[in-house]
C-alpha cells in the first residue's frame, strides 16, 4: 500500500490535502477520547463535508476501513500522519523577523507537529543577534551560507512583497523545495519547488464574499 | 446578471472563491501595467489552473469575455470586485492582542481591501488601553457592547485554542455573522455564520506532504 501511494500523489488537489490534515485533527481528537473507530459520516460531519468525499479522499492512498465498521482510529491517524510527512523532523528557517516572524516563532502548534525552527533571518542590524522567543535572529547575509550548511527543508517568508521574490531566489539557489510565503505577492519559482502562499486579505475576501452573497 | 449570480452562490466552493480572488489580483496587476484585454490562457498560467478552469469558475457569475477576443481587464476586475463584495467597507475587530493580533493589526493589506480594524479585546489589563499600530486594545468585557453599538462585519480570533468556542458564541450572540479563527481548534457556529479557520500547521503540512510525496 505505501509503495503504490507515491505514484498517484503528484495529482492529489491542494483541497484534498488540506481535508487529509483536517481528518488527522478529527482522529487525535477522537483518540484522545479514547474511541476506537469512526465511520466516514462522522468524519464527513466533523469536517463539513460529504461521506462520499471522505472516502474518495483516503482512497487515494490505499483501501482503508471495513465496509459496515468503519475506520479503526488509530490505524487511520497514523497512516494519514505518514501520508502527510509528520514522521519526522522537518527544519524550518523564519526569513523576516518582523511581526508575523515573531507570531510564527511562539506558535506552539509547530513544534507539536515536527516542524522545528532553526532560526530566523532579518537584515536589521538592532534585530540581529536577538531571539525571538527562543529562536536566534540571523543577518540575513548569512542566509545561503547556514542553508547549505545546516539544510532546513522549509523556508517561511514574512518580508515585503518587493523582497520577496529575491529571497525565493537566495533559498532556491542553495536547494530550499519547500516555500511557506505570507508575502501578499506573486512568487515564481522551479516546478521541483513547492510554493504556498497565506494571503490574509484572501481569506477576509473569502467572508466578505460570504456575506454578500447570504440571502 | 447581478440578480441572477446571487441565486446561485451558496453553492460555489471556498476553492473557487480563492481562485476567483487570485484573478481579481492578477487582473489587478494587469491594469497596473495598462493592459486591457486577457485570455483565459493568460489568467490560468498565472493562476496555476487551466483556463477551462478559468471559464468554469467565471462562467458561475453570468457570462464574461468574448470568444477569440479574450476578458476586459476593467470590466471583470469590476466584476470580481463586486462578486467578491469588495465594493464597500467591512468593519472587523480583532479578539486577542497577542503577537498574531499585532501581525494583522499592522497588515497593510486590509485596508487597501476595504477591511477597516474598529478594535482589538483583550483580558490583559497591561494591553488595555495601549495601541497596535493605531488600533485601541480594549477590555473584553466590552466586547458584546461595543458589537450591538458598532455592528462589525467580521470578527477575528487570536485567542488561545482553549477560549475561541467562548468567543464565538459571544460575538455570534451579538450578530456577528462572520469569523476568521486563527485559534488551533474546530469552532461551532450556527448555519448562518461563516467560519474560516486559518491553521499555520496545516498550511506546513501541506509542505510536508509534497516533500513527502515527490520523487
Redesign the interface.
Known amino acids: 500500500m505505501n509503495s503504490q501511494?507515491?505514484v498517484s500523489?503528484?495529482r492529489?488537489a491542494?483541497?484534498t490535502?488540506?481535508r487529509?490534515?483536517?481528518y488527522l485533527?478529527?482522529l487525535e481528537?477522537f483518540e484522545g477520547r479514547g474511541l476506537m473507530t469512526i465511520s466516514s459520516e462522522e468524519l464527513a460531519k466533523?469536517g463539513g463535508t460529504t461521506s462520499a468525499q471522505v472516502r474518495k479522499d483516503l482512497s487515494f492512498f490505499g483501501s482503508f476501513g471495513k465496509r459496515g465498521l468503519g475506520y479503526s482510529v488509530p490505524e487511520l491517524a497514523g497512516r494519514l500522519r505518514e501520508?502527510?510527512?509528520?514522521g519526522r523532523e522537518?527544519k524550518?528557517v523564519i526569513v523576516g523577523a518582523?511581526?508575523?516572524g515573531?507570531?510564527?516563532a511562539?506558535?506552539r502548534?509547530?513544534r507539536?507537529?515536527?516542524?522545528s525552527i532553526l532560526a530566523a533571518y532579518d537584515n536589521n542590524p538592532e534585530k540581529i543577534g536577538r531571539k525571538l522567543e527562543d529562536i536566534p535572529v540571523r543577518d540575513i547575509d548569512q542566509l545561503e551560507r547556514d542553508i547549505e550548511r545546516e539544510k532546513p527543508?522549509?523556508a517561511v517568508l514574512t518580508v515585503p512583497a518587493e523582497e520577496a521574490q529575491s529571497v525565493v531566489n537566495r533559498v532556491v539557489s542553495v536547494g530550499v523545495?519547500?516555500?511557506?510565503n505570507f508575502a501578499?505577492t506573486?512568487l515564481h519559482a522551479p516546478a521541483?519547488v513547492?510554493v504556498?502562499t497565506?494571503?490574509?486579505?484572501?481569506?477576509?475576501?473569502?467572508?466578505?464574499?460570504?456575506?454578500?452573497?447570504?440571502?
Chains 1, 2 share one sequence.
Open positions: 501511494a507515491a500523489v503528484k492529489i491542494d483541497s490535502v488540506r487529509l490534515s483536517a485533527r478529527f481528537d466533523r501520508i502527510l510527512g509528520l522537518w524550518i518582523g511581526k508575523i515573531a507570531a510564527l511562539q506558535y502548534g509547530f507539536q507537529r515536527g516542524f527543508d522549509i523545495k519547500a516555500i511557506l501578499p506573486q521541483d513547492t504556498k497565506v494571503n490574509m486579505a484572501m481569506e477576509l475576501e473569502g467572508l466578505s464574499f460570504a456575506l454578500t452573497n447570504r440571502e
